[in-house]
């Protein structure tokens, strides 16, 4: 069965500083990987994704993500964050196709002057 | 191009009264999928549905929960004499029939049982 790891509940970061969050998959497949962002109080709006060759992709707001097979990881980061990134942020996988995500538990960014 | 509308944005029931939360896909959009977000907690999938069709529903209670998506009209998912246990947020995404599998999401309905 497929599942996504996300092993920081809340990271607390400088505004300007670089910030990475971490994601681990567990997928018998080629993984589909997503990252979204949860604002308070709205939906989920998609960051970037990931299905295949170039293992390092941009998305959107500035931040990267990259894939590696042999860790089983896609980590996030951004080289510097800004107040504005404060919110949510789920990790998620899919398979090829038309099918339901599994997504992590998320990880809340606070932001601090 | 409008989102994924849901509606309505927050819904309170009392215990044993019923629930309908309304999604609306994208234009264009066949695929709609229902997720639930109990507080503190991911994104947990319920049902897949194309039009006039159940995909995917292995992530749906066996009692209580419903959805439909028909020809015309919004999808609605419906849950039958609410528990506390059914607090949560129910988010709708909507997708097209394509490899990528990109869904997007609409803004939630916060369901509270009082």
């Known amino acids: 069965a497929q599942s996504v790891t996300q092993p920081d509940i809340h990271i607390t970061v400088s505004e300007g500083a670089s910030l990475e969050l971490r994601c681990n998959y567990s997928?018998?497949?080629?993984?589909?990987l997503f990252w979204y962002v949860q604002s308070p109080g709205q939906g989920l709006q998609l960051l970037l994704k990931y299905f295949s060759g170039d293992t390092l992709v941009q998305g959107i707001k500035g931040f990267e993500a990259e894939f590696k097979r042999s860790q089983s990881s896609f980590n996030l980061r951004k080289p510097s964050v800004h107040w504005s990134d404060a919110a949510e942020y789920f990790c998620a996988v899919g398979p090829f196709g038309n099918e339901k995500l599994t997504f992590g538990t998320g990880t809340r960014l606070t932001i601090i002057p | 191009n409008a989102g994924v509308m849901q509606n309505p944005r927050h819904l309170v029931r009392r215990r044993g009264q019923e629930a309908r939360l309304r999604c609306s896909p994208m234009?264009?959009?066949?695929?709609v999928y229902w997720y639930r977000q109990l507080p503190e907690e991911g994104l947990k999938f319920m049902v897949y549905l194309q039009k006039e069709n159940i995909i995917d529903e292995s992530g749906m209670p066996k009692e209580r929960f419903s959805a439909e998506f028909p020809k015309e009209g919004p999808s609605i998912l419906r849950i039958q004499q609410v528990v506390r246990g059914d607090s949560a947020a129910y988010f709708c995404?909507?997708?097209?029939?394509?490899?990528?599998?990109?869904?997007?999401f609409g803004a939630g309905t916060r369901l509270s049982v009082l």
């Open positions: 997928y018998g497949a080629t993984p589909y």
């Open positions: 995404a909507s997708g097209i029939r394509d490899r990528e599998n990109i869904q997007y």
């Open positions: 234009k264009g959009h066949s695929h």
